[in-house]
């Protein structure tokens, strides 16, 4: 019996009819591992004379555009460099994003708000140098590459009910955190909470990471500006000692009641642990995010933009939803985090968690929140990065017709007709096109980076 020729499936997508216009279409949309095929018809007509300019009758492709890196790798980097250049512009300012760069000046924390303890995990205690400083509570010493780290010592003992009911409820936790922040600022001001937007305004991005033991954290960049935002300067009174005391105050104050599935009250509230670094755009600034030291602005857009593309994977889970029960039963995932999963499962059948719809984020522990969020005032947003591109794009095929927008009437009717790439082969491809046009871009920007 012959052995199975590993690139026979390559060779007969190279040499199919096609080919070419195929390679064109991933090319288009960057090496998308799941396009999205539409066909339809876009049609470019002069106003005045009524004259079709450019007709384009077919099919074309647009990239998923998924955040999550294991599921599409080149759109996770779209979307990582539009989430870098939100982040930057709130923080060291963009005349072409409408921020000024009188921001840099204002008082300006990174602050990460972690979970509680919902009982003992496997862990590593550090110390300065990255050296141990003891055991873990079960009396080992755990190498990094322990697969047991973050994982329950006692998966009977642990309280996964309160873990996922945490988890569920952690966007709301954030929410409030803001509220109790603006109200110890205007209680610092000496301002009533309904007089401090009239003096002042706070802004934040934030971004959610898991931790190994399955529950997020948030990290967030912190800002206060004047009563009109990014354009106004903060008062006097909101200095960084003002704000970095108020950002530990709320921390401290917020809770939340939520019924048990038996009927007793469970408070949540963030954990104990507080980091909490000042942002500085001096080059002094050099501290890694982690380190006890002030963060340098652009090394913490670069980080919380890095987050901002962590898939699922990051808590050792699936990217997909879970649909039964028996699913988790076959994950290739730890135990403890089937245990979380299940719990979510469980209380997701529940009356009393309908509105959590926690079979639908069973798959994410219980979190349904978005991973990156910011406040309207800290910066553009992310659609106006995406109409950006879009509007350049347009302005490219109008100046080759030699027209202005105005002039013209344009119409799209497009329908999708297909998601995704049809064989083994075309996805490996897809992702050889992705990775070469990476690299090119990466190769770019640190020939760049040499010149300056």
Same mark, same amino acid.
């Given at each position: 019996?012959?052995?199975?020729?590993?690139?026979?499936?390559? !060779? +007969?997508?190279?040499?199919?009819? &096609?080919?070419?216009?195929?390679?064109?279409?991933?090319?288009?949309?960057?090496?998308?591992?799941?396009?999205?095929?539409?066909?339809?018809?876009?049609?470019?007509?002069?106003?005045?004379?009524?004259?079709?300019?450019?007709?384009?009758?077919?099919?074309?492709?647009?990239?998923?555009?998924?955040?999550?890196?294991?599921?599409?790798?080149?759109?996770?980097?779209?979307?990582?460099?539009?989430?870098?250049?939100?982040?930057?512009?709130?923080?060291?300012?963009?005349?072409?994003?409408?921020?000024?760069?009188?921001?840099?000046?204002?008082?300006?924390?990174?602050?990460?708000?972690?979970?509680?303890?919902?009982?003992?995990?496997?862990?590593?205690?550090?110390?300065?140098?990255?050296?141990?400083?003891?055991?873990?509570?079960? &009396?080992?010493?755990?190498?990094?590459?322990?697969?047991?780290?973050?994982?329950?010592?006692?998966?009977?003992?642990?309280?996964?009910?309160?873990?996922?009911?945490?988890?569920?409820?952690?966007?709301?936790?954030?929410?409030?955190?803001?509220?109790?922040?603006?109200?110890?600022?205007?209680?610092?001001?000496?301002?009533?909470?309904?007089?401090?937007?009239?003096?002042?305004?706070?802004?934040? @991005?934030?971004?959610?990471?898991?931790?190994?033991?399955?529950?997020?954290?948030?990290?967030?960049?912190?800002?206060?500006?004047?009563?009109?935002?990014?354009?106004?300067? @903060?008062?006097?009174? @909101?200095?960084?000692?003002?704000? @970095?005391?108020?950002? !530990?105050?709320?921390?401290?104050?917020?809770?939340?009641?939520?019924?048990?599935?038996?009927?007793?009250?469970?408070?949540?509230?963030?954990?104990?642990?507080?980091?909490?670094?000042?942002?500085?755009?001096?080059?002094?600034?050099?501290?890694?995010?982690?380190?006890?030291?002030?963060?340098?602005?652009?090394?913490?857009?670069?980080?919380?933009?890095?987050?901002?593309?962590?898939?699922?994977?990051?808590?050792?889970?699936?990217?997909?939803?879970?649909?039964?029960?028996?699913?988790?039963?076959?994950?290739?995932?730890?135990?403890?985090?089937?245990?979380?999963?299940?719990?979510?499962?469980?209380?997701?059948?529940?009356?009393?968690? +309908?509105?959590?719809?926690?079979?639908?984020?069973?798959?994410?522990?219980?979190?349904?929140?978005?991973?990156?969020?910011?406040?309207?005032?800290?910066?553009?947003?992310?659609?106006?990065?995406?109409?950006?591109?879009?509007?350049?794009?347009?302005?490219?095929?109008?100046?080759?017709?030699?027209?202005?927008?105005?002039?013209?009437?344009?119409?799209?009717?497009?329908?999708?007709?297909?998601?995704?790439?049809?064989?083994?082969?075309?996805?490996?491809?897809?992702?050889?096109?992705?990775?070469?046009?990476?690299?090119?871009?990466?190769?770019?920007?640190?020939?760049?980076?040499?010149?300056?």
């Amino acid at each position: 019996m012959k052995p199975t020729d590993p690139d026979a499936g390559l !060779r +007969a997508l190279v040499t199919r009819p &096609g080919f070419r216009l195929w390679k064109t279409k991933v090319k288009s949309v960057h090496g998308c591992a799941a396009p999205v095929k539409l066909r339809g018809s876009s049609t470019i007509t002069h106003k005045t004379t009524g004259a079709i300019l450019k007709d384009t009758v077919g099919s074309v492709w647009v990239p998923c555009g998924t955040r999550r890196e294991a599921l599409c790798p080149a759109c996770a980097q779209w979307y990582a460099e539009d989430a870098f250049h939100l982040i930057r512009a709130g923080l060291d300012g963009d005349a072409s994003k409408g921020i000024t760069p009188e921001v840099a000046d204002r008082p300006r924390y990174f602050a990460t708000l972690t979970p509680p303890s919902f009982g003992p995990v496997h862990s590593r205690i550090v110390g300065a140098g990255g050296r141990l400083t003891r055991p873990c509570s079960c &009396g080992e010493w755990h190498k990094e590459a322990d697969t047991r780290l973050g994982q329950a010592i006692d998966l009977g003992a642990y309280d996964y009910e309160a873990a996922v009911l945490w988890q569920a409820h952690a966007g709301k936790l954030w929410h409030r955190f803001t509220i109790a922040l603006r109200r110890q600022l205007a209680h610092a001001a000496g301002l009533k909470v309904a007089e401090f937007k009239d003096a002042a305004r706070l802004s934040y @991005a934030k971004v959610a990471e898991y931790q190994r033991r399955g529950l997020v954290h948030f990290h967030a960049a912190i800002r206060l500006d004047g009563p009109e935002g990014a354009a106004t300067r @903060a008062p006097a009174w @909101a200095t960084k000692e003002r704000l @970095a005391d108020a950002i !530990r105050a709320a921390v401290a104050s917020v809770v939340l009641e939520v019924p048990r599935r038996d009927g007793e009250v469970l408070e949540l509230r963030f954990g104990s642990q507080l980091d909490l670094r000042d942002i500085t755009a001096a080059a002094a600034g050099t501290g890694e995010v982690g380190e006890e030291a002030d963060i340098k602005s652009s090394r913490l857009a670069s980080y919380i933009a890095k987050y901002a593309t962590k898939s699922t994977g990051a808590h050792d889970g699936p990217d997909r939803k879970i649909r039964s029960e028996e699913d988790i039963d076959h994950l290739t995932v730890s135990a403890h985090h089937k245990a979380m999963m299940r719990t979510a499962w469980e209380l997701g059948g529940l009356e009393a968690y +309908a509105d959590l719809n926690l079979r639908r984020w069973a798959h994410m522990l219980g979190f349904r929140g978005h991973f990156l969020t910011k406040s309207r005032a800290w910066s553009t947003t992310l659609g106006e990065l995406r109409n950006i591109r879009a509007r350049y794009r347009l302005a490219e095929t109008l100046a080759a017709l030699e027209v202005a927008e105005d002039d013209v009437l344009i119409v799209n009717d497009w329908e999708a007709v297909g998601f995704g790439h049809d064989t083994d082969a075309e996805r490996e491809y897809a992702q050889a096109i992705a990775e070469s046009l990476l690299d090119r871009k990466l190769n770019r920007h640190n020939r760049n980076q040499e010149t300056r």
